[in-house]
């Protein structure tokens, strides 16, 4: 049985590039593979930041706090084997450690749903930053950049009401773009041309769009399009 973390990235994808002399070291934890490509391809091709390790849960992500040194940790809410709220608790705990004196963890931007419950718990149990997936994916450079920083990024969101009225409204203008030419059926690799996108980029905008919607497909989400302009 596996159960060793990834490696660090930069031996995973060295064509990715180097950053600049003193890079902001990132780390990421999220459940969903797509998800993990997505924030490698985004944050590697920005040169402020060093792309150190990524891991597929809670558990694994704080092996790589013991074993590697980085800066910023970029992690899901709901991971398996620790999600992200025994992850802050386990950091809360590890930094207070006398053995820890001195060593401190990465400050934490949790990257989830729009859910104001979610950022409330987030920064009572230590996190830096929240995110929504309702945001644009490039608004997580400067949140990860500015929690480097010192600062505390909270941008709450209410989605709920327009919502309600518009099943779109939680979409960015790229998103909804990208369900339009779903619609006209473009592939995945039509939509990378169209858009000028790398095919893992329209991947990560479109596993957030499914998770928006409440879609398992593209199918569904253009089925959820059609309805909407029928209404």
């Known amino acids: ?26 780390g990421f934890a999220d459940k969903n593979p797509l998800v993990l490509r997505g924030l490698q391809s985004l944050f590697g091709e920005d040169r402020r930041f060093e792309l150190v390790v990524s891991a597929s849960d809670g558990e ?20 398996a084997n620790g999600d992200g709220r025994a992850v802050l608790e386990a950091l809360k705990a ?16 949790v990257y989830t749903g729009a859910d104001l419950g979610v950022a409330r718990t987030a920064m009572q149990l230590g996190a830096a930053g929240f995110l929504s997936k309702s945001e644009p994916p490039e608004r997580l450079l400067d949140v990860v950049a500015e929690v480097a920083r010192g600062r505390m990024m909270f941008p709450f969101l209410d989605l709920g009401r327009a919502a309600a009225a518009d099943p779109l409204a939680c979409l960015t203008a790229r998103e909804r773009e990208l ?25 990560f905008h479109l596993r957030n769009l499914y998770e928006k919607l409440g879609a398992a497909n593209r199918a569904q989400a253009v089925a959820v399009l059609l309805g909407r302009d029928r209404g």
């Open 179 to 203: 369900l339009e030419r779903l619609a006209e059926g473009l592939s995945n690799e039509g939509l990378a041309r169209r858009f000028g996108l790398s095919p893992n980029t329209v991947k």
């Open 1 to 26: 049985m596996t159960r060793t973390l990834s490696p660090p990235l930069t031996d995973l994808t060295p064509a990715l590039g180097g950053a600049e002399a003193n890079p902001i070291r990132i």
């Open 94 to 109: 590890w930094e207070a450690a006398p053995a820890r004196a001195g060593a401190g963890a990465p400050r934490i931007v």
């Open 60 to 79: 694994r992500f704080l092996d790589a706090v013991a074993r590697f040194e980085f800066d910023v940790g970029i992690i899901g809410w709901v991971m």
